[in-house]
């Protein structure tokens, strides 16, 4: 291993200039597309639909793409896009408008008419905006930790059906900075202890922790390095935008031993994490070391995979910076910028703006405005995160300049839950840009996590493409139809329903499940919702009515799961406040009777429900953890770190619940367990006389979380059971009371 090296000697070793990319030529982007095609819809009605890229069509503008059905010719579609996520885009515009097809997290529904439909006169669409951005920082590990290249494609390719222009490419970098490490000196040892084990990757690399449940094995850098040489590849042979990642100036404490005159400072620990596993050091702008880390760090990884000049840092996420001195803040960013310029003069920064509305009394007009000017104007594309609920641009003058993309952030954590804010992100987009002096430069979808709520995404995505919000009833029925590949009254009215509640939150919203389901009992737990509980028991009854004819959808099949599971949340809460209101009021009977519903009947009946979809089974997300491993060692820090970070987030429950799931498994061996104590807990303090001492519970039941996280049980990867009789029975028994109580009003 190379010893520590002079500044100096490092210095030089920056010279070596970057090798520009050769823009992917048009002719590779239509073969990317036309390989998607055969891909989604099979050769034969792949060869039905002409795919070409040209890029006159955007006349130097955003994305455009045209349908047209050239009179007399062997294709029925001729799709041509000024890229090739525009020509997918294009695709996709005629599979949805004229076939009737839907693709989605759930599933496809491909069924296409036959023969294809021409269309009857050209179609011209441009996008408004330069970019349309996918993924946040945090998807990485809630999402993607244990993704193989199979899932990767997938993904992919539903990223240019829908338009996605700009997206991370995160994987492999540990394996750069291990590299760029171990040339400045640091020992295995010291890099070991630095980084996170798989599932909390996302935390490691924006500063706020290290070391736990780490450290990750050899075989995992050489995994996500093949990996990542096929994501970039593929993203950018469709003509997508890859990010890549920078240095943002937090480095692991062995940097402080090779170089120990390094002006390094502690920041404060992160969350509820104290400095075992948090409290990172950051790098004083003014040290040339940052310079050197930060742009060594970027040559490598260009190296490796080549560069599109867009790259992600974050200092400040949830993190306070050292001083609230604009000076200060200027000189982070600028240091931050130059480290990535000293590697590519072309570098434009892509940052979260996050930290600006989670902090908003630190982050005040002067500390923004300072840390957003301490680069070029033009050189920094700020995402406007959480933009559907809770938008800067408003109060930072259009980011003070700074180029921004209005995004939709709508998942924390993964959770399950239907929710939406269907009518803000319907109209905040457009807003935005009618904004005096706007600068947006696009849209984007930054969900902590994916496979949930398929419809607001695909909203979202159209939104992307259009100039002016839409009417959304008649939008979700015709989005029902397609999802289920047929017109169907009684889908087409529970989705109405389901719009016009669940996913119609309004004003400051935040979709965190905070339902007493998957929440560690206690005696004070929120149980209010943003809209009327009877609309999702009448959206369950109306789906569950159109069994007979969309049985045979996937699609559907899990949308009744899902809303089932919706109305049994809706239920547990319900059982819940009896269960709180006998304790409270010292009536045993009712409390053993609501006790023992929801334990021995609801939570057992909602479990063997998610149980009958494969995309709700636990087994898949540990499964695809061990997977992701080479021996058995690795296999069980793997499993360690899966269950952990749905469960107690950390050592000792630090972010309990944070990315809480409702998965089968899951709901029986740790909600139901846990539900199970807190009851036979409340029948014993009213046997005995005795109160009911909540930090005991805690206590006790940390024991139980702690027990689910090493319990070595092996959970299915293939569903079992009929999801249609699973809540057609669990209709019957709660369907009337559910009804009566939600149409009398909260209690
Ligand atoms: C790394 O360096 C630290 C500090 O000098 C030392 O304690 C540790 O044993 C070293 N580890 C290895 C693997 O050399
Ligand atoms: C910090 O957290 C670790 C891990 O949860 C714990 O073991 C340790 O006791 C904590 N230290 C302090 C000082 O609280
Ligand atoms: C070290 O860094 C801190 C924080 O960035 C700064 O306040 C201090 O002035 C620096 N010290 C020196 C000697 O440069
Ligand atoms: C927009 O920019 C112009 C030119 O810089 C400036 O005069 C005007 O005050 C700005 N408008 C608003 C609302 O900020
Ligand atoms: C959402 O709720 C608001 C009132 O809060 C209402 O004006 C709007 O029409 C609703 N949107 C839909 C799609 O139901
Ligand atoms: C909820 O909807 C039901 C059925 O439409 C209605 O009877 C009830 O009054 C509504 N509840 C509230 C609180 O609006």
């Not at 590990?141 to 992919?156: G, N, P, T, V």
Request: proline share 6%.
């Amino acid at each position: 291993m190379a010893g520590p090296l002079r500044v100096a000697a490092l210095a030089a070793l920056l010279a070596v200039p970057v090798r520009a990319p050769v823009p992917v030529p048009e002719r590779r982007q239509e073969a990317a597309v036309r390989a998607l095609a055969r891909r989604l819809l099979g050769p034969r009605a792949a060869s039905a639909v002409a795919l070409s890229v040209d890029g006159r069509l955007a006349a130097g503008g955003p994305d455009a793409y045209r349908l047209l059905s050239p009179p007399g010719a062997a294709v029925a579609v001729a799709v041509t896009g000024s890229s090739g996520v525009a020509a997918a885009a294009g695709l996709y515009r005629y599979l949805r408008d004229f076939c009737g097809c839907h693709l989605s997290w759930a599933g496809a529904q491909l069924r296409l008419p036959e023969p294809l439909p021409r269309v009857p006169a050209e179609i011209r669409a441009a996008t408004p905006n330069r970019y349309r951005y996918y993924q946040n920082v945090c998807t990485q590990s809630y999402s993607y930790a244990w993704w193989d290249w199979a899932r990767w494609e997938r993904e992919i390719d539903w990223m240019a059906l829908s338009g996605i222009n700009l997206a991370l490419a995160f994987m492999g970098q540990e394996l750069v900075w291990q590299r760029v490490y171990l040339s400045l000196g640091l020992n295995q040892s010291e890099i070991d202890a630095y980084f996170t084990g798989p599932a909390f990757l996302a935390w490691n690399r924006l500063g706020n922790l290290h070391g736990w449940a780490g450290p990750l094995p050899r075989s995992w850098h050489l995994k996500q390095l093949y990996l990542q040489y096929r994501v970039v590849e593929r993203m950018r042979s469709l003509g997508m935008i890859t990010v890549l990642p920078a240095f943002a100036g937090h480095v692991p404490q062995g940097v402080l031993r090779v170089f120990p005159r390094v002006n390094a400072t502690r920041l404060g620990g992160w969350s509820h994490f104290n400095c075992t596993y948090s409290c990172p050091y950051l790098l004083d702008p003014e040290d040339p070391m940052f310079q050197v880390i930060g742009t060594l760090f970027l040559k490598e990884l260009i190296k490796e995979f080549g560069t599109d000049h867009i790259y992600s840092a974050d200092t400040f996420n949830e993190m306070s910076p050292l001083s609230s001195d604009p000076a200060y803040l200027s000189r982070v960013s600028n240091a931050v910028f130059r480290s990535m310029t000293g590697a590519d003069p072309e570098a434009l920064w892509l940052m979260q703006g996050w930290l600006f509305q989670h902090q908003p009394d630190f982050w005040q007009p002067a500390q923004v405005r300072a840390l957003l000017h301490g680069v070029p104007l033009g050189r920094m594309i700020v995402l406007d995160l959480f933009a559907e609920s809770k938008p800067v641009y408003p109060w930072t003058e259009s980011f003070y300049g700074q180029p921004f993309i209005w995004c939709m952030l709508h998942n924390f954590g993964g959770n399950h839950g239907l929710f939406g804010t269907v009518e803000s992100i319907n109209r905040g987009p457009f807003e935005a840009r009618r904004f005096p002096n706007s600068t947006m430069v696009g849209t984007g979808l930054a969900p902590e996590g994916i496979e949930q709520n398929d419809v607001v995404y695909e909203l979202m995505n159209e939104l992307g493409w259009r100039h002016e919000p839409l009417d959304l009833p008649s939008w979700v029925s015709r989005y029902a139809q397609r999802r289920y590949g047929a017109a169907n009254a009684a889908a087409s009215s529970a989705w109405r329903l389901l719009l016009r509640s669940a996913y119609n939150c309004t004003g400051v919203c935040v979709n965190h499940n905070h339902s007493p389901l998957v929440r560690r009992p206690s005696l004070h737990m929120d149980t209010q919702l943003w809209y009327n509980a009877s609309d999702v028991y009448e959206a369950w009854r109306l789906l569950l009515s159109a069994g007979t004819a969309l049985g045979s959808s996937l699609t559907y099949r899990y949308d009744l799961v899902d809303v089932t599971r919706q109305a049994v949340q809706q239920l547990v809460a319900d059982y819940y406040l009896s269960i709180r209101g006998a304790f409270q009021s010292r009536a045993l009977p009712e409390l053993l009777t609501a006790g023992g519903v929801l334990v021995y009947d609801l939570l057992p009946e909602l479990d063997s429900l998610l149980s009958s979809h494969r995309l709700f089974l636990l087994g898949r997300w540990l499964e695809s953890a061990r997977a992701a491993a080479t021996s058995d060692r690795e296999a069980e820090l793997y499993e360690m770190n899966a269950r952990n970070q749905l469960t107690l987030w950390g050592p000792s429950g630090n972010i309990l619940d944070y990315a809480n799931k409702q998965l089968g498994g899951l709901v029986l061996d740790y909600y139901g367990v846990r539900w199970s104590l807190f009851v036979s807990l409340l029948v014993e303090s009213l046997n005995s006389g005795s109160p009911f001492h909540q930090e005991q519970f805690n206590q006790a039941v940390f024991q139980v979380e702690r027990g689910f996280i090493y319990n070595k049980k092996r959970y299915p990867t293939a569903p079992v059971g009929d999801a249609l009789e699973i809540s057609r029975k669990l209709f019957l028994k709660y369907y009337p009371g559910a009804m009566k109580r939600s149409q009398a009003g909260p209690a």
